[in-house]
C-alpha cells in the first residue's frame, strides 16, 4: 500500500499496537520501532498545529461511530514535513465500547503543495485582473473625456464654418451682388 495502515489505542500518543512496513516511507521509521516500551508515538509527530484538530476530529468520528478522514501535517524522524491523509474508524468491543483505532494514512504532500501553488497563482491572476482592470477602467475614462472634448470641438468648428457661411453669404456674396447690379 502507499501508506501505513495502523490498530493503535485510543490516546492523545496514539500508541501502536500494530503498523504496516509503509511507515518506513511515510514516517521514516521501521514498524517495529512504532510499537512497545521505547516506541515512536504517531502522535508526537503529528505537526503542533493541527494536533488538537486531529485529536477532536477522530473523537468526534468515534462519537458519531463513524469513519473519520483527516489531512495534517507530521513531521518525519529525520525532520521533514509531510501532508497526510488519513481515513480510520473505532474498533469497539462487544458491549459497544470503543477500544481502539485502526485506518490508514498516506502521503499526500505532493498533492498539497500543488494545491497551494495553484491557490497562489490563482491569487497572483485574481491580482493582476484586478490591477488591469483598474488600468482600463482608467483609460476609458480618459477616452470618454477625450471624446467629451473632441465633440466640444467638433461643434465648435462647425458653429465656427456656420458663422463664416453666413459672413459670406450675407456679407460678401450681398456686397458683389449689388456691386454687379450698380
Same mark, same amino acid.
Given at each position: 500500500?502507499?501508506?501505513?495502515?495502523?490498530?493503535?489505542?485510543?490516546?492523545? $500518543?496514539?500508541?501502536?499496537?500494530?503498523?504496516?512496513?509503509?511507515?518506513?516511507?511515510?514516517?521514516?521509521? /521501521?514498524?517495529?520501532?512504532?510499537?512497545?516500551?521505547?516506541?515512536?508515538?504517531?502522535? /508526537?509527530?503529528?505537526?503542533?498545529?493541527?494536533?488538537?484538530?486531529?485529536?477532536? #476530529?477522530?473523537?468526534?468520528?468515534?462519537?458519531? $461511530?463513524?469513519?473519520?478522514? %483527516?489531512?495534517?501535517?507530521?513531521?518525519?524522524?529525520?525532520?521533514?514535513?509531510?501532508?497526510?491523509?488519513?481515513?480510520?474508524?473505532?474498533?469497539?468491543?462487544?458491549?459497544?465500547?470503543?477500544?481502539? %483505532?485502526?485506518?490508514?494514512?498516506?502521503?499526500?504532500?505532493?498533492?498539497?503543495?500543488?494545491?497551494?501553488?495553484?491557490?497562489?497563482?490563482?491569487?497572483?491572476?485574481?491580482?493582476?485582473?484586478?490591477?488591469?482592470?483598474?488600468?482600463?477602467?482608467?483609460?476609458?475614462?480618459?477616452?470618454?473625456?477625450?471624446?467629451?472634448?473632441? #465633440?466640444? %470641438?467638433?461643434?465648435?468648428?462647425?458653429?465656427?464654418?456656420?458663422?463664416?457661411?453666413? /459672413?459670406?453669404?450675407?456679407?460678401?456674396?450681398?456686397? %458683389?451682388?449689388?456691386?454687379?447690379?450698380?
Amino acid at each position: 500500500l502507499p501508506g501505513m495502515v495502523y490498530r493503535c489505542k485510543i490516546d492523545f $500518543r496514539w500508541t501502536m499496537e500494530y503498523v504496516s512496513e509503509g511507515c518506513a516511507a511515510l514516517l521514516g521509521c /521501521d514498524a517495529s520501532k512504532m510499537i512497545g516500551k521505547d516506541a515512536i508515538h504517531l502522535g /508526537d509527530m503529528i505537526h503542533p498545529d493541527d494536533r488538537k484538530m486531529v485529536w477532536e #476530529e477522530v473523537q468526534k468520528g468515534i462519537a458519531q $461511530r463513524q469513519r473519520f478522514q %483527516l489531512t495534517y501535517r507530521v513531521r518525519t524522524v529525520q525532520g521533514e514535513e509531510k501532508w497526510v491523509w488519513e481515513q480510520g474508524v473505532a474498533i469497539c468491543s462487544e458491549s459497544g465500547d470503543p477500544e481502539a %483505532l485502526e485506518g490508514f494514512i498516506t502521503d499526500i504532500s505532493e498533492r498539497k503543495w500543488a494545491e497551494d501553488a495553484l491557490r497562489m497563482a490563482h491569487h497572483e491572476l485574481e491580482r493582476r485582473v484586478e490591477q488591469r482592470t483598474g488600468e482600463l477602467k482608467d483609460a476609458n475614462e480618459r477616452l470618454q473625456r477625450e471624446r467629451r472634448t473632441l #465633440e466640444h %470641438l467638433l461643434r465648435a468648428s462647425d458653429h465656427e464654418r456656420q458663422l463664416i457661411a453666413y /459672413d459670406i453669404h450675407d456679407g460678401l456674396a450681398q456686397q %458683389l451682388v449689388g456691386a454687379l447690379m450698380q
